[in-house]
């Protein structure tokens, strides 16, 4: 057995000594790093720091050694001009010393051992201007960048959206492999001039060959073509690819999509292979909102995203309302609904829905209690403009203050949505509308219409997204039928999260043949000024709403109205952002008197 002899005093002093040592070395080696760019603009100062890997801020414990500052600096000349030629600059002089000495001149494979002192030192030199800019040949109705002409300023992100458009224009008319003959790019330093001439090679038109899927499990390959609906037979179009990779991915049914084109075939086509992943099959959810005046909602689904092999979803909700007095339940409403989604029914952009549900609703003026069927079909002409047309059957039992009656009635409901929002969950910029007609004829009874408009639309104020303004627009009406033809729920009321903040929900209404009810008529808008706190996740909101209801449709001057205006505070998160509201109201019988609360996930519209 070997013995391990104990240390001596000397021995552990010595070893306390070399720690220490090597700690004061590691202490030591904390580098001072300067960056000195006289006469640059201000933004390619910032780009220039955000890019410089010498400049970036790593742990205070994790010291980098003389060889990683060296290998650092070797690369940061490269990634200077980079960011340089962005912003037009193509005569850069960089300099990088490692305590005085020039880093490209230090050998890589004998750094030393510890830098101290980093300094980066760049000068711009004049901005360029192009001289030649030639693209050649172009395809007809290419639609290069108006700045790519003699005279203009010259930059890489200039020349590579020229580049690009130039290939695109001929992959619009079919040429698909489309690529660079050549690229010569000269640069005349003493005046400041880049030379740019570009030859393209077209190559031959491609049609489009057979779709190919691979990776689907449980996925019927036929049903993966025909929700793609890729045009074979027709000419290769970038448009008509990215669209069938859309349709795809709209299902929800897969994880993950991506086509591509496979190398053209001797008759000049090429298939598309079609890679997917599958999502999970099933998935449970659940959400909660809360408002001071409406209580508590709380809402459950489970969906199962493929029930026969080609997409189809099969979802059930669950939805409770008003949970603000549970020991007497009596403004709860209950909704409990089932929906069948089946895409590319009659072609690849259009989708037939069946549905089933079931509705208690307690209000103050009504009670109802009702169930409805029906069935659509959706269809989208393009990515932003969305039809919809259906057929439904429903039943209810009502008591208001026309007494305890049963309706029976057919609808027809159609729909318009064209959304031009940069993002559905927190738009940014861009426009919204949602128009929707739903005609009704009650069996032996009068018969009508109800008729909708939501439109939004957002801007983006100053330079950056920061802040950005949302205004919304809404207008309804009823025509026709008897009141006493009309459930409750279909006529208007005003107050609460849709539509007046700061006001009591449904507070206004109207009154039609001498009894308080809903309107015929309602118009609400609403502005929002939304502005993210630096780099956060957080954001404040500052808002105001108006709405009116009248006892007939289209009134304006029978309409009575009540407003609302208040702060909010968001918080972003990946499903939307986490939405907290304080209004009060500031027109309307209830002005000046309370402070409402609404806690919800999403941007308010």
């Known amino acids: ?47 220039l720091r955000r890019d410089a890997l010498l400049l970036r801020q790593g742990d205070e414990a994790d010291v980098r050694s003389g060889a990683d500052i060296t290998a650092a600096a070797r690369a940061d000349y490269g990634r200077l001009i980079g960011v340089l030629y962005e912003a037009g600059f193509f005569a850069p002089v960089i300099s990088i010393r490692l305590d005085g000495r020039e880093a490209s001149e230090i050998s ?208 059930f909700d669950l939805a409770i309302a008003g949970i603000d007095d549970i020991q007497s339940g009596d403004k709860i409403d209950t909704t409990l609904s089932a929906r069948f989604d089946r895409p590319a029914t009659f072609g690849p952009d259009t989708a037939l829905s069946l549905e089933a549900e079931t509705v208690i609703l307690r209000e103050p003026s009504y009670r109802i209690e009702g169930a409805r069927i029906a069935g659509g079909l959706t269809h989208r002409l393009s990515d932003q403009i969305t039809l919809s047309g259906g057929l439904g059957l429903e039943f209810s039992r009502i008591e208001d203050g026309l007494g305890r009656r049963d309706l029976t009635r057919l609808t027809l409901p159609l729909g318009l949505i064209v959304d031009r929002r940069d993002a559905v969950l927190d738009a940014r910029r861009g426009s919204y509308l949602a128009a929707e007609l739903e005609g009704f004829g009650l069996f032996g009874a009068s018969s009508g219409a109800r008729i909708t408009l939501d439109g939004r639309r957002y801007w983006p104020l100053g330079a950056g997204r920061a802040t950005r303004l949302a205004a919304r627009g809404q207008i309804g009406g009823m025509i026709g039928a008897d009141l006493a033809d009309i459930p409750p729920d279909d006529l208007f009321f005003s107050g609460g999260a849709g539509t007046v903040r700061g006001q009591p929900y449904r507070s206004l209404g109207a009154m039609q043949s001498g009894l308080a009810s809903g309107g015929r008529g309602f118009l609400g808008l609403s502005a929002e000024l939304r502005h993210d706190l630096g780099e956060s996740r957080f954001g404040l909101v500052g808002f105001a709403d108006l709405g009116g209801i009248s006892a007939e449709a289209w009134d304006i001057d029978g309409t009575t109205w009540h407003s609302g205006a208040g702060i909010g505070l968001r918080y972003t998160t990946p499903f939307g952002p986490i939405r907290v509201d304080l209004a009060t109201p500031t027109s309307g019988t209830a002005a000046g008197r309370d402070l409402f609360v609404y806690i919800g996930i999403g941007q308010a519209f």
């Open 108 to 315: 890589p494979l004998s750094p030393p051992a510890r830098v101290a002192r980093v300094e980066i030192i760049v000068q711009t030199g004049a901005p360029f201007r192009l001289g030649q800019a030639q693209i050649a040949p172009l395809a007809r109705d290419t639609d290069l960048p108006v700045g790519f002409a003699t005279g203009q300023p010259a930059n890489t992100a200039l020349l590579r959206d020229a580049t690009q458009a130039a290939l695109l224009g001929w992959q619009n008319i079919g040429h698909a492999n489309a690529a660079l003959s050549h690229q010569r790019i000269v640069a005349q330093n003493r005046d400041a001039v880049l030379d740019v001439d570009i030859g393209l090679a077209p190559g031959p038109v491609i049609r489009f060959g057979d779709l190919l899927p691979m990776g689907q499990v449980r996925m019927q390959p036929a049903r993966i073509a025909a929700i793609a609906g890729l045009p074979s037979g027709e000419i290769y179009s970038p448009t008509a690819l990215n669209r069938a990779e859309a349709r795809l991915r709209d299902t929800g049914a897969f994880g993950a999509v991506a086509l591509s084109l496979a190398p053209a075939k001797g008759d000049n086509s090429a298939d598309v292979t079609a890679i997917v992943e599958e999502a999970p099959l099933r998935r449970l959810g659940f959400g909660a909102e809360l408002a001071s005046d409406a209580g508590i909602q709380l809402s459950a689904y489970w969906l199962h995203r493929n029930l026969f092999g080609g997409a189809e979803r099969l979802r």
């Open 1 to 47: 057995m070997q013995t391990i002899p104990r240390p001596s005093k000397f021995s552990l002093l010595a070893v306390i000594c070399i720690a220490a040592l090597g700690l004061g070395l590691r202490a030591g080696t904390a580098q001072e790093v300067t960056l000195s760019a006289p006469n640059a603009p201000e933004a390619v100062i910032d780009r």
